[in-house]
Nanobody, 126 residues
């Protein structure tokens, strides 16, 4: 059974950090691009970052470059999203998904998504 399970979300103060994990099962994560996107209440889905063997890492949100870092541990079939210097605007449910490729634009990944998880909520508030 193909499954992506996110974890690591929670409540954090502005300026704090969180590391999200995405564990893949039922398929080999190396065979797909694995990406993170987020959705806040009342806002559209927003691509965050993506990683694949052929493309390396791609940041879809330019403003997040330097604050968010995506990485993978192929031995654990897990992709991580390290988020630093968090802001209230980062509050959202964060999802991971698998697609054939990252692409340079979020839409390339989004319209190619094959599997996705149920998300992990992140709240940045004092």
């Amino acid at each position: 059974q193909v499954q992506l399970v996110e974890s690591g979300g929670g409540l954090v103060q502005p300026g704090g950090s969180l590391r999200l994990s995405c564990v893949a099962s039922g398929f080999t994560s190396q065979d797909y691009a694995i990406g993170w996107f987020r959705q806040a209440p009342g806002r559209a889905r927003e691509g965050v970052s993506c990683i694949s063997n052929g493309e390396g890492s791609v940041n879809y949100i330019i403003a997040e470059k330097g604050r968010f870092t995506i990485s993978s541990d192929t031995s654990q079939n897990t992709v991580y999203l390290q988020m630093n210097s968090l802001k209230p605007d980062d509050t959202a449910v964060y999802y991971c998904a698998a697609a054939p490729r990252c692409g340079s634009e979020w839409n390339t990944f989004y319209y190619g998504m094959k599997f996705w998880g149920r998300g992990t909520p992140v709240t940045v508030s004092s």
